[in-house]
């Protein structure tokens, strides 16, 4: 079942300004991980932030995780054009069974 | 960096027919795989656990017999559609999680599969 909830929806914005996401859920997690999909197309891993760590950055990336909140954000900085993509949270529930729940995800269009 | 590969890319058939879409792990091993489905604007739904020598687990409102699971190696996972119908249409896509110490949090995706049944 899906248990993730993410807003906006869709986000648009130019290029140059920033994005945020924010993805909530429900249960308690090992993990929760950010992905980026182009239209069409596979799934790529972003980030991933366990459970006892509250921020984590990678290049242009920003995420942020509140446990007690069950929420946590994606901020891609200085956006591009070329970050015109769906983005998703996806959880993993304790247990290591690997199984992720996907949030459903927001639409970002960087305009040029 | 790890690669996962579906075939095929697309697949049109027509209704009645089965279809076969492989999940390949090309430079790792793979324990363990998911299959997913994804319609058009939604987000992704997990359908079943596919475990190399054992049986697949699948999630609840996912027909196993509609949906044959078989993990034959560490880098092979197959899904099997059976008497596919225009329902099924959808976007399968394959994950597989590195059996490696210390890289099993990360799942990799696969391309997908677009499948259309007319």
């Known amino acids: 079942s899906q248990q993730g909830e993410e807003d906006p929806q869709a986000l648009s914005i130019q290029e140059g300004e920033n994005a945020t996401m924010n993805c909530s859920y429900k249960t308690s997690i090992n993990n929760l991980q950010w992905y980026r999909q182009n239209s069409g197309r596979g799934l790529v891993h972003l980030i991933l932030i366990r459970s006892n760590e509250r921020e984590k950055h990678s290049g242009r990336l920003r995420v942020t995780l509140d446990t007690s909140k069950k929420s946590s954000s994606l901020l891609i900085t200085a956006s591009r054009a070329a970050d015109t993509a769906s983005y998703f949270c996806a959880t993993d529930g304790s247990g290591n069974t690997g199984k992720l729940i996907f949030g459903q995800g927001t639409t970002l269009q960087v305009k040029p | 960096g790890a690669v996962v590969s579906q075939h095929p890319s697309r697949v049109i058939c027509k209704s009645g027919t089965s279809v076969k879409i492989e999940c390949r792990s090309l430079?790792?091993?793979?324990?363990?795989m998911f299959w997913y489905r994804q319609f058009p604007k939604q987000s992704l739904m997990l359908m079943a656990t596919s475990n190399e020598g054992s049986k697949a687990t699948y999630e609840q409102g996912v027909e196993k017999d509609k949906f044959l699971i078989n993990h034959a190696s560490l880098t092979l996972s197959t899904l099997t559609v059976t008497s596919a119908h225009p329902e099924d249409s959808s976007f399968y896509i394959c994950s597989a999680r590195d059996r490696r110490a210390g890289a099993m949090e990360t799942q990799y995706f696969g391309p997908g599969t677009r499948l259309l049944v007319l």
């Open positions: 430079d790792f091993q793979a324990t363990t």
